[in-house]
């Protein structure tokens, strides 16, 4: 945007520098003023009829959203394969398939159910084809996929359950004939449904063409859920838990003559706490004698099972099986003897409940993982317990490899490793994006509610930014984990590389308190800051991130009386404004993730009587400078100075110059609302954003209190107010961006405002308000300055929306309806790079670009998409083809003319090629340039597709040589 021309149209009559009788302010922009049209907030993009979508197909096909890249693991084991090539991890939506030999993805599988509330809740591999995985999701669909990829459907075969429900997945062998000579080998699936008003919970059993066999157990009405459902397949037993109960079935016969004839007896026990773990094994007492039955080789097996529970301890009880028969026995005969009784070993080191529990398969170590970050392991004949401390998130799955040469584990931070069981050193890591995830159920720690923990399970909005200096990477700011980002803590600062898809490195950005027990004496847990802001200088040298930290509401009682609780906390509100140095760890060969360098730190950037939020941060699109809105009404626009002494610019190790940040310019935006917005009910309703101009020449700045505000525009250069508009805003406040000559408001409305024109371009009531009432989240808005267009995401219970816009048009070129909710929104950073980029609460990422631009936002696929293993096989045959034919030909027999001999080749199938006489003697010449233009013509993460490439050089290389024609 031009500032002279905004100045030559509109301060001779907008100024407030003029008389008090043109003084008036723009009038209020009517409701009336809004076009009366309804957004389709509630239908996907396949939902919108022709009469209720004002979208034309046209325009709407110009818009394209990618697949889902990334995603969030969720609580179950994963898989390692037998030869222990591959790792099968389940997320939410989708089975993703990585090689364990360089921690890349291979394929990805996405699953029939979407929706975040029924996602993926069990998954084993297939017994008798272990290329098979069987997959139930919570709304009851059981699936059998390949995950080799041999065919082309990887989902084989798929069924609901009857109630249309699933809670875990398990499987077991069972051996089904006649006779000894007829008896086969077959695979039962067994699926634990959930509750519901009309059933209890169920286990029920399916056949390997899940077809319905009969229902095992069925626990009684107002049980819970079973929470974990394993199977031991050498003894065809079952055993599960529920709350504090345990189940232990075994099949009242293992000679069966067809599957409809299975059964299960289940014995039943009460632990002391709650069941949050379990494991089993079976342990051979004596060798079967030859001819002996199945059902005697069981009376010759003890059954081990280990539980973990929600306060720590871990309990083993040893030849279960045999105890709980006969306790059964003992009360069936209503013996007066001494009854059998079960005597567990006690085992606690976990402060909180044990989130995994796996006997090693010696059987002589217990391995273990909590809340502590540490991997335990428990030598059962000595007692001793050996640890891998210092993990970087909490343990959720752990899981022993078939030959017991290695562990892999599951941590909360999306990320899943595998080690070496000898020396506990990784050999695969795989990290994905670390945000802040939706999360349908309590997690484990939270069974046992603790005094001063309170959770937030809707907080999932993720502050997010790209580097223009280094596109290829995603900073985002999140937590120590899935449970410390639910807390409220986000002082970390993570880089994603878009490329892969993989985690660079974390950093903390804000004061963190890593202990061994991080809580307080009382028992609460500490909360670290929260980064609320962050932004990139146009340039990408330098990054700007607020953080803010106030002590929790439950420490009242060291704050004084609870009455003056709240102003307490406000006066001991710590906010910092910190300037880091990205270009120096950009630019480090010595480090793949150097440490970004902290430059300078402004303690309370924004104050009154005591410190004052941060409600927004801008940076400048033109040159290094960043701006901020306080709750204080005022707004700052921040630049670095050279530091010096004597007059001398100083200069690090490496030469360059240092700088510090002052504040150049301080603007006070709250004219009208300095005494209302400040005190009562109202100061909890401020609300305020910024903007910078194109080409930075100016600042637009929206403060105030609900419907009560003004959007103003400064001057960046002398701090001047040059003109300012009343309510163009009605509800709460979520964005406000400056594209061109257009102020793009978003509240409960969607407004275009024309500075230049000084009108309203057109307005649009978005359905739904009521979604819209929380402050920040629940809408988010972001502008793409080389298209020119802008895209608006919309939350609502059913998922969101996303909608892209022209300013000059308030017809969407996209409206895409996406089954999770959208977290974080933004555009590309890079300067000749057009799109978007979609983060939802499920840690999945989507590109949002036109069709027809070639420069548009990429992201990583997997080795099967690029079909880079098709590719490496075909050029390895064609390299044998071609030394085969060269060998033959120079081992060919000379003719008569004392040259080998023409090869004898079929050539009547063959392509006809016709072959210029000088092209065999002058090989094409191909210029640097000419393969710069064609491999540097997008950034690493932006590439276009393999086989453009290959055409690409391909054509360089049958373009005839010059002077040739």
Same mark, same amino acid.
């Given at each position: 945007?031009?500032?002279s021309?905004?100045s030559a149209?509109?301060?001779k009559?907008k100024?407030?520098?003029?008389s ?7 009038r ?31 325009v ?11 995603g ?8 390692l394969t037998?030869?222990?090539?591959f790792l099968i991890?389940p997320y939410?939506?989708?089975i993703?398939?990585y ?10 599988i996405?699953m029939?159910s ?15 084809d272990p290329s ?27 069924i ?19 006779s000894?000579a ?11 449904e959930m ?8 286990v029920?059993?399916?056949d390997?063409?899940?077809r319905l066999?009969?229902?095992l157990?069925?626990l009684a009405?107002?049980m819970?859920?079973l929470?974990?459902?394993e ?5 065809g037993l ?5 709350g504090k ?6 099949p ?7 599957l409809?004839e299975l ?14 773990a379990?494991?089993?094994?079976i342990v051979p ?13 069981q009376?010759?097996?003890s ?14 009880y ?6 709980l ?5 003992a009360?069936a005969t209503a013996s ?11 085992m ?15 059987g002589?170590?217990l391995?273990s ?5 540490t991997?335990v392991?428990?030598q059962?004949?000595t007692?001793?317990?050996s ?7 909490i ?12 562990y892999?584990?599951?941590l909360?931070?999306n990320?899943?490793?595998?080690l070496?069981?000898?020396?506990l050193?990784?050999?695969a ?12 159920s ?5 069974l $046992? ?6 959770y937030?399970?809707?907080n ?8 223009p200096a280094?596109?290829e ?5 999140v937590g120590?984990?899935?449970?410390a980002s ?9 880089? $994603?590389d878009l ?15 890593l202990?061994?027990n991080?809580?307080t004496p009382?028992?609460?847990?500490i ?6 802001h962050m ?6 040298k330098w ?16 704050l004084?009386?609870?009455?003056g ?14 300037i ?6 950009i ?24 410190p ?10 033109q040159n290094?400078r960043f ?8 707004a700052?626009?921040?630049?670095p ?9 100083i200069?690090?190790?490496r030469?360059?110059?240092l700088h510090?940040?002052?504040c150049d310019i ?5 004219h ?16 305020g ?11 637009v700045a929206?403060f ?13 250069h002398?701090?001047h107010i040059?003109y300012?508009?009343d309510?163009?805003?009605r ?16 509240s409960h409305?969607l407004?275009?405002f024309?500075? $230049? ?5 057109y307005?649009l009531?978005?359905?739904n308000?009521?979604n819209?009432d929380?402050?920040?989240?629940a809408a988010?808005?972001a502008?793409?300055?080389?298209s ?14 996303l909608?892209i816009?022209?300013p000059?048009?308030m ?9 999770s ?7 590309s ?12 609460n499920?840690?999945?990422v ?5 069709a027809?631009n ?19 096989e075909?050029?390895s ?8 034919a ?8 000379p ?11 079929d050539t009547?199938?063959a392509?006809?090629i016709d072959?210029?006489e000088?092209?065999?003697?002058h ?6 340039h000419q393969?710069?233009?064609?491999f540097?013509?997008?950034?690493t993460?932006?590439m276009?597709?393999?086989e453009?490439?290959?055409?690409k ?10 002077g040739?024609?």
């Amino acid at each position: 945007m031009a500032g002279s021309a905004v100045s030559a149209t509109t301060l001779k009559r907008k100024h407030l520098g003029e008389s008090k009788s043109q003084k008036k302010r723009q009038r209020p922009v009517t409701t009336e003023a809004i076009v009366d049209r309804t957004l389709v907030t509630s239908k996907s993009q396949d939902e919108v009829t022709a009469s209720d979508s004002f979208v034309s197909p046209q325009v709407q096909s110009e818009w394209t959203v990618s697949k889902a890249a990334g995603g969030r693991m969720v609580d179950i084991d994963p898989i390692l394969t037998e030869d222990q090539r591959f790792l099968i991890v389940p997320y939410t939506t989708s089975i993703q398939i990585y090689s364990t030999a360089d921690s890349l993805l291979v394929r990805r599988i996405p699953m029939p159910s979407p929706n975040r509330n029924l996602g993926i809740v069990g998954l084993r591999q297939c017994l008798t084809d272990p290329s098979m995985v069987w997959v139930a999701c919570a709304n009851g669909i059981i699936s059998k996929v390949n995950w080799t990829g041999e065919s082309e459907t990887p989902i084989v075969a798929s069924i609901p359950t009857a109630s249309g429900t699933a809670s875990s997945l398990a499987t077991l062998l069972v051996s089904v004939g006649d006779s000894d000579a007829k008896k086969t080998s077959a695979e039962v699936v067994l699926v634990a449904e959930m509750p519901t008003d009309h059933s209890p919970t169920r286990v029920i059993a399916y056949d390997g063409e899940l077809r319905l066999l009969n229902v095992l157990l069925k626990l009684a009405a107002g049980m819970s859920r079973l929470h974990t459902m394993e199977t031991l397949v050498g003894a065809g037993l079952v055993y599960a838990s529920a709350g504090k109960q345990f189940y232990l079935g075994t099949p009242r016969s293992l000679e069966l003559a067809s599957l409809d004839e299975l059964a299960y007896e289940f014995y039943t026990f009460a632990c002391e706490d709650l069941i949050t773990a379990t494991d089993a094994r079976i342990v051979p007492l004596s060798r079967s004698k030859k001819g002996s039955s199945k059902q005697q080789h069981q009376q010759q097996m003890s059954i081990d099972v280990a539980i973990g529970c929600a306060r720590g301890p871990i309990y083993c009880y040893s030849d279960i099986l045999t105890r709980l028969q006969a306790m059964d026995a003992a009360t069936a005969t209503a013996s007066k003897g001494p009854r059998e009784s079960l005597q567990p070993k006690k085992m606690h080191w976990h402060r909180r409940a044990v989130h995994s529990l796996k006997w090693s398969r010696d059987g002589n170590y217990l391995v273990s993982g909590g809340s502590e970050h540490t991997l335990v392991l428990w030598q059962l004949d000595t007692n001793k317990q050996s640890f891998l401390p210092h993990l970087t998130g909490i343990i959720e799955n752990i899981v022993v490899s078939a030959s017991g040469s290695a562990y892999v584990v599951h941590l909360d931070d999306n990320s899943v490793m595998v080690l070496s069981s000898a020396q506990l050193e990784p050999t695969a890591y795989i990290s994905g994006v670390q945000s802040a995830v939706y999360v349908n159920s309590a997690l484990k720690d939270h069974l $046992v509610p603790r005094i001063g923990e309170k959770y937030s399970l809707s907080n999932i909005d993720v502050v997010m930014a790209l580097n223009p200096a280094a596109p290829e990477r995603m900073y985002l700011c999140v937590g120590d984990g899935l449970q410390a980002s639910r807390n409220g803590s986000k002082p970390y600062l993570q880089s $994603v590389d878009l490329s892969s898809m993989r985690s660079i490195g974390k950093q903390a950005i804000a004061r963190t308190s890593l202990t061994a027990n991080n809580t307080t004496p009382s028992g609460a847990t500490i909360i670290d800051p929260e980064i609320k802001h962050m932004a990139f200088s146009c340039d990408g040298k330098w990054l700007a991130t607020i953080d803010e930290w106030m002590p929790p509401s439950n420490s009242q009682t060291d704050l004084g009386a609870s009455e003056g609780d709240s102003e307490l906390r406000k006066e001991r509100r710590e906010v910092f404004l910190k300037i880091w140095d990205a270009e120096t760890a950009i630019e480090s060969e010595s480090q793949e993730n150097a440490p970004l360098p902290l430059v300078s730190r402004i303690n309370t950037p924004h104050e009154t009587s005591h410190p004052e939020s941060v409600l927004d941060l801008a940076a400048d699109p033109q040159n290094a400078r960043f701006a901020t809105l306080g709750r204080d009404g005022i707004a700052r626009i921040w630049k670095p100075r050279p530091r010096q002494r004597d007059g001398l610019a100083i200069k690090d190790d490496r030469g360059k110059e240092l700088h510090t940040w002052i504040c150049d310019i301080a603007v006070t935006v709250n004219h009208r609302q300095s005494i209302v917005a400040m005190s009562g009910a109202d100061y909890s309703r401020i609300e305020g954003r910024l903007s910078f101009a194109d080409d930075g020449s100016c600042l637009v700045a929206a403060f105030g209190a609900g419907d009560e505000g003004s959007i103003h525009v400064i001057d960046a250069h002398t701090g001047h107010i040059r003109y300012s508009w009343d309510d163009l805003w009605r509800g709460s406040l979520h964005g406000l961006q400056l594209l061109g000559p257009y102020v793009i408001v978003l509240s409960h409305d969607l407004r275009v405002f024309d500075m $230049v024109a000084d009108s309203l371009v057109y307005g649009l009531p978005l359905s739904n308000p009521s979604n819209l009432d929380s402050s920040s989240g629940a809408a988010n808005l972001a502008i793409d300055r080389m298209s020119r267009h802008f895209a608006v995401s919309l939350r609502h219970t059913e998922g969101s929306e996303l909608l892209i816009f022209s300013p000059n048009s308030m017809e969407p070129l996209l409206s895409h309806h996406f089954e999770s909710r959208i977290a974080a929104l933004s555009a590309s950073a890079e300067p000749h790079t057009s799109g978007f980029l979609v983060l939802d609460n499920e840690a999945q990422v989507f590109t949002v670009s036109q069709a027809s631009n070639d420069n548009g936002l990429v992201v990583a696929r997997s080795l099967d998409e690029m079909q880079l293993d098709a590719v490496e096989e075909k050029l390895s045959t064609n390299g044998v083809e071609l030394l085969d034919a060269s060998d033959d030909e120079d081992e060919g027999e000379p003719g008569q003319n004392g040259k080998p001999e023409a090869m004898d080749i079929d050539t009547s199938d063959a392509m006809e090629i016709d072959v210029d006489e000088d092209s065999s003697s002058h090989p094409a010449i191909i210029n640097q340039h000419q393969l710069s233009d064609i491999f540097d013509a997008a950034p690493t993460y932006a590439m276009v597709p393999l086989e453009d490439l290959f055409l690409k050089v391909a054509a360089l290389l049958a373009n005839k040589p010059v002077g040739s024609a």
